[in-house]
């Protein structure tokens, strides 16, 4: 259950954005006038209000519903919720590390509850490392070196076309992306990982923030037509630090919608803007094989940390 031990302005803002309040209505919850709202909040952590006030406010949050104190503890666990604005936010992921089998940089997406899907539903997810980028065609190469398997289609003679080495591989089905993922020790991610990674804990529309901004991912309206490299764009970042969150390609997850069919996420070159928001639901047979279709791996945190430190 989520305790304060000393509101400040910032607690104050949080607590009434939790519930979901105009501070008119927060003002009448609590028995105060809108003006002195205005001042709490204004005053962020320079402002402390009076015990009785403090009194108030515990009460507010110890008879709210598990769904407000989830949505509170987020607000307060960071840099939001004390009046920063999108460009503000600080970066919440870990460092980079790389996996040691197929050396692609990961970063790790703590354990926590997060607001998932298109109501923000409080979700708790443990910890676990995801790819900073989709597994490129130079990645996808080595797979195949190593084992056999059978390389994409648009391939000639198990190389990828010239120029691509960056490029995320496509063309390959959920069992070609699974078949990777076994290989180099990892998984793919389940829908809520991906989630996560891409919207950080706080509910945010997109990697970047609330801001609908095509400008920032390969969709259609960029008129790109045709994948691009995994960093290509850097603006729209994740609060991770992971890549390519909306559009350049659909990326398969191991999560399972129907029998014999998987969730995609993300978006890609050849969709619309609005078909790449993270929270949108879509799938395909795990036989579909196309040029906006790819994939990234995910595992858990304590299986790549104790690989790392043996």
Known sequence: MATVQSWSGVEVRALREAKRMSIREFAAHLGVSERMISKWEAGRANITPRPVNQAALDTCLLRSDSDTQARFTHLTDGALGS?????????????????????????????????????????????????????????????????????????????????????????????????????????????????????GTRGNVYPWGDQPTPAKCNVRENGVGSTTPGDCYQSGVSPYGVYDLCGNVWEWCSTESKPGRHELKGGAWTSPFNRATPSSFNDAAASMCDDDVGFRCAVPAEILEALLQS
């Open 83 to 199: 009046g920063q604005s999108e460009s503000e936010l600080e970066p919440i992921g870990s460092s980079e590390v790389r996996h040691p089998a197929d050396g692609s940089p990961m970063v790790k997406v703590d354990g926590s509850v997060f607001l998932s899907g298109p109501s923000n539903e409080p979700t708790w997810l443990p910890a676990f490392y995801i790819d900073v980028h989709p597994v490129s065609n130079a990645d996808y190469a080595r797979f195949i070196a190593a084992t056999g398997h059978p390389s994409p289609q648009h391939w000639t003679e198990d190389k990828y076309p010239d120029g691509l080495a960056e490029h995320p591989a496509v063309f390959v089905t959920w069992k070609d992306a699974t078949a990777y993922a076994e290989w180099s020790g990892k998984a793919l991610p389940t829908g809520q990982q991906w989630e996560k990674a891409a919207r």
